[in-house]
């Protein structure tokens, strides 16, 4: 699956858990990947898929919407729920399933 974040083209990954170092998503700039755990449910994915998207938003605007650390992870997971929540609750996406993403070992 490819996303697009601003003019960048984003791959999305499944990687299995044990080489997830106990996350369930990660964005990686450079690299232009977004990898997510392939044992979450599809809610579960579709809501780390908004989180690092979220981060990347973030991250590009030149406004930092936390300090660092937990305060900017607590601030995007805060954003990220309540957007997941209206986004899947009024029907604007649906989350069944979330296809095109590639297991790691695909691509």
Not at 2 to 15: A, F, I, N, R
Not at 53 to 71: A, F, K, P, T, W
Request: with cysteine; hydrophobic share 35%.
């Amino acid at each position: 699956m490819k996303v697009k974040l601003g003019c960048h083209e984003y791959t999305v990954l499944m990687k299995p858990p044990e080489d997830m170092e106990g996350l369930w998503g990660k964005i990686y700039y450079g690299k232009q990947k977004i990898v997510l755990n392939q044992e979450l449910s599809n809610s579960r994915l579709f809501q780390v898929l908004l989180h690092e998207v979220l981060h990347d938003i973030n991250m590009r605007s030149g406004y930092q919407i936390g300090e660092s650390g937990n305060e900017l992870e607590n601030r995007i997971e805060c954003i990220t729920n309540g957007l997941a929540d209206f986004l899947i609750e009024n029907n604007i996406v649906s989350i069944n399933p979330i296809e095109n993403i590639l297991i790691e070992s695909e691509k």
